[in-house]
């Protein structure tokens, strides 16, 4: 009876063992149906656990090409209905705690000691991160934007645009041939080349007297494109074909003074666009963060004030043509002495925040950003309500936190640029040392003592912009480390794109499995979760601590839990070790014997 018991451990081990531990939320996007409506080609951006299809809603089949990263193909009769299932577990994720870790706070991200996230990225290691650096397409030498297509029914759909803002000079970067240019790259959700531009920009329209023009991008509902310019020289927004081939003026004039004459340029300095509805559905509207406009410029000889810059600004085209000439209305309080929502003493004071990113919820709701760190009184963060008034500021919740002060550093402080999961229920803030905060939203609001740390492993100075795709899959920019990257958000996820003959639709479930020692997610506890924690997929890998977590909990959960191993008594690591190099030696003999 021990020989069985032993033998059904390592048959577990074993099956554990074959799978590897990939480190992504796995989905579908850029399908095309060829072959006369037979034939099904998809990108997955990275390896799954397990990929399925379905076909006129029949029972789901495995892939029959593997379940790697890349391009994937399979049939179906024609006019056929089909979905594509993606399931894995990760033990790494920015949303999943690193149990017993903190990171420090310090002057150029967080003050405050933070949770950390388990995901570790260094020099040889890079659990969470689904990106490859050795990958020549992540790497620029003056990234300033980065966001991702996220509507399935987008021809772009999965693809992600990436701002470079100056010719590159010296020698390529890693992985690449050439130098870079100013102008505009793109990649698919697996990191490959989206439109077979290679290491020569699109769009090299901008000119070479500004280092912020390009800036960043925002991808709308639609799948179109929108670049910001924030440079003096050339400002404004711009709408570009999602092939990247053509270029639009959005408002008129291209300058970006201090002092604006709207009738020629409606517009400033833009520091981030925000995007909602399209041209062809006449409800567009375009949201800037500009640098340089005042509502005395908005609206001359009837008023406003010269000091109420650098603020949220609507321009509601609707079915209009652009270049739009009519000037916006402000989202916020015009009478505010300041940048800042609510007119409060700070603003009054004459301290003026410098407002660079925003997001928009599903809710309607705006997150604000800001990287003034000095003085000490100023938020990072706001979360303004549709109708402009201010719901919430980070520093005033920073102080309200169990242990802090009315003189605590604001937990948002140096903060470059946010976003907001596609689901609300995630808001991504990176530092300007590359430092990330990851904070739940609860109804629209971030809970930030539930917050988590991110060090992506390079705090060299600066990062640039962040934002989701549609798995939750968090894309970062920084010019400091000269690299685009993508983190996972961890757990058991499941994604589903489903065409209905018509229409795609896309769809992401999380599950948590809520088990003490369960560090596949798997929803038990049992010898697969042992060859996790071996292979440092642990909270804190490979530590005596979580071994004994495991040891506690084996057994718990499903169906095949400990029972997998016919009721026996937990083993000690040593002999578990025996077991998997008996594998080894098994498997060896088996070489020897072919």
């Not at 009184?377 to 102080?399: C, E």
């Not at 071996?534 to 005596?544: D, F, L, M, T, Y």
């Amino acid at each position: 009876m021990r020989h069985n018991r032993f033998a059904a451990l390592a048959a577990v081990l074993l099956l554990a063992a074959s799978s590897s531990l990939v480190q992504a939320t796995p989905y579908a996007s850029g399908v095309t149906i060829g072959g006369s409506g037979t034939s099904v080609s998809f990108i997955l951006n990275e390896p799954t656990d397990t990929l399925k299809y379905s076909i006129n809603g029949g029972a789901p089949v495995s892939s029959t090409d593997g379940v790697g990263a890349g391009s994937h193909t399979f049939t179906i009769p024609t006019g056929a209905t089909f979905s594509i299932v993606a399931d894995k577990n990760s033990a790494f994720g920015f949303t999943l705690p690193k149990v017993g870790t903190t990171l420090a706070g310090g002057t150029t991200h967080f003050p405050i000691d933070t949770q950390s996230a388990n995901i570790t990225i260094n020099a040889t290691d890079h659990l969470g991160q689904i990106s490859s650096d050795a990958n020549g397409l992540m790497h620029y030498n003056s990234l300033r934007g980065v966001d991702v297509s996220n509507n399935p029914n987008s021809s772009n759909f999965g693809i992600a645009y990436i701002t470079n803002s100056a010719d590159q000079t010296g020698t390529p970067l890693p992985g690449r041939t050439s130098l870079l240019n100013k102008g505009i790259y793109a990649v698919k959700a697996d990191g490959s080349d989206a439109f077979g531009y290679g290491d020569t920009a699109a769009l090299q329209v901008w000119g070479a007297a500004n280092t912020n023009t390009p800036h960043r991008i925002f991808v709308a509902d639609d799948g179109t494109p929108y670049m910001d310019g924030a440079s003096d020289a050339i400002s404004g927004v711009f709408r570009l074909s999602k092939d990247l081939t053509n270029v639009e003026q959005a408002f008129i004039g291209t300058d970006g003074p201090t002092d604006i004459n709207i009738a020629t340029n409606n517009h400033g300095s833009v520091y981030k666009t925000v995007v909602t509805g399209s041209s062809a559905a006449g409800n567009l509207k375009i949201y800037t963060l500009d640098e340089d406009l005042s509502s005395a410029e908005v609206t001359p000889g009837g008023g406003g004030f010269t000091d109420n810059t650098n603020r949220l600004w609507k321009y509601d085209i609707g079915a209009g043509s652009l270049p739009y000439g009519a000037p916006p209305v402000s989202v916020t309080p015009e009478n505010v002495h300041g940048p800042l929502l609510d007119g409060s003493a700070v603003g009054a004071s004459g301290v003026f925040i410098t407002f660079i990113d925003m997001d928009l919820g599903k809710d309607g709701k705006f997150y604000l950003s800001q990287n003034r760190s000095n003085p000490a009184n100023t938020p990072g963060l706001f979360v303004v309500n549709p109708d402009g008034t201010t719901a919430w500021d980070s520093l005033t919740a920073t102080r309200a936190l169990p242990g802090q002060t009315p003189t605590s550093l604001d937990l948002f402080q140096n903060t470059d640029g946010i976003a907001v999961s596609p689901d609300q229920k995630w808001l991504a803030a990176i530092h300007g040392d590359n430092f990330i905060t990851i904070v739940p939203l609860v109804n629209g609001i971030p809970d930030i003592a539930n917050r988590l740390a991110v060090d992506t492993g390079n705090a060299t100075i600066s990062s640039r912009d962040i934002n989701f795709d549609a798995a939750d899959n968090l894309w970062y920019a920084s010019s400091g480390q000269a690299l685009v990257r993508v983190l996972t958000p961890g757990g058991h996820t499941t994604t589903t794109l489903l065409f209905d003959g018509s229409q795609y639709s896309f769809a992401l479930s999380t599950a948590s499995a809520g088990i003490a020692g369960d560090y596949n997610n798997d929803g038990k506890v049992d010898a697969r979760d042992y060859v996790v924690w071996r292979k440092g997929g642990s909270p804190n890998p490979n530590s005596q601590g979580d071994y004994n977590t495991w040891r506690a909990n084996f057994g718990t959960g499903g169906p095949g839990a400990g029972s997998s191993v016919g009721g026996a008594s937990v083993p000690e690591p040593s002999t578990l070790a025996l077991v998997a190099f008996g594998l080894a030696a098994i498997g060896g003999c088996r070489r020897r014997q072919a």
